[in-house]
């Protein structure tokens, strides 16, 4: 089945340490996208790819950093200096590079920091 | 039962009644609009979704209202189920040219139906 895979589903991780999330598509979106998402609250965009090898920051990014070596692959990294880290990540799709279109998104990983 | 978006971010209904969930977005100059359905612990689902040259959409059992005026969106669930249950956000796209469908959005409404 085409779909957004991440992984891991949950992860635990101690102040001072980077963590990776990934997020896969078969989709054969052009465009992956990752959001963050507290409690209660809407979902804020963090980075965003339109094309492999380039991506632009979203209104949140400081503290993460991303990679886009191929179409079907977009990590995320939580770094050390993210100051609260602890959030549902959310990684999304899209088949459209122009504006507007719909997002396709994962089952999100849940990051705890201990 | 009906929501005011931001203001009111529960809404809870009696199974069978209709559910209107309403949201007010940011910017004039936003073309594109989507409804997702997000169930607990999972990503969130396109529901439905409008363009800005249209006023009204309808898919099954939902309809999405579009006032570009007052720069309001609104979603109507009929019939509502218990599988509805679940936070609804509003999304739009904002910003000029080529920005890859960048979506911005909403609070969320949370909606809660009763047996």
């Known amino acids: 089945d085409g779909g957004i895979t991440q992984s891991p589903k949950y992860l635990f991780r101690k102040e001072g340490q980077n963590v990776t999330l990934s997020c896969e598509q078969n989709?054969?979106?052009?465009?992956m996208y990752w959001y963050r998402q507290d409690p209660g609250q809407g979902l804020r965009l963090i980075y965003y790819?339109?094309?492999?090898?380039?991506?632009q920051k979203g209104d949140i990014a400081e503290g993460y950093s991303v990679s886009r070596e191929k179409k079907e692959s977009f990590p995320l990294t939580v770094t050390s200096a993210q100051k609260n880290p602890t959030a549902f990540y959310l990684c999304?799709?899209?088949?459209?590079?122009?504006?507007?279109?719909?997002?396709?998104f994962g089952e999100g990983s849940r990051l705890t920091v201990l | 039962g009906e929501s005011v978006g931001l203001h009111l971010p529960t809404l809870s209904v009696q199974e069978g009644d209709n559910s209107i969930i309403n949201c007010a977005y940011s910017?004039?100059?936003?073309?594109?609009f989507i409804w997702y359905k997000q169930e607990s612990g999972k990503g969130p689902q396109f529901i439905i979704d409008?363009?800005?040259?249209?006023d009204k959409r309808q898919g099954q059992r939902v309809t999405v209202l579009l006032n570009k005026t007052v720069k309001h969106l609104s979603l109507q669930i009929a019939a509502t189920q218990p599988g509805d249950s679940a936070v609804y956000f509003c999304?739009?796209?904002?910003?000029?040219?080529?920005?890859?469908?960048?979506?911005?959005f909403g609070q969320g409404t949370e909606l809660s139906v009763k047996p």
């Open positions: 999304a799709s899209s088949a459209r590079q122009r504006k507007g279109g719909e997002l396709f």
């Open positions: 989709l054969n979106h052009d465009a």
């Open positions: 790819s339109q094309i492999v090898n380039d991506f």
């Open positions: 910017n004039s100059a936003s073309d594109y």
């Open positions: 409008i363009r800005s040259n249209m």
């Open positions: 999304a739009e796209t904002i910003g000029p040219g080529n920005q890859g469908g960048k979506l911005i």
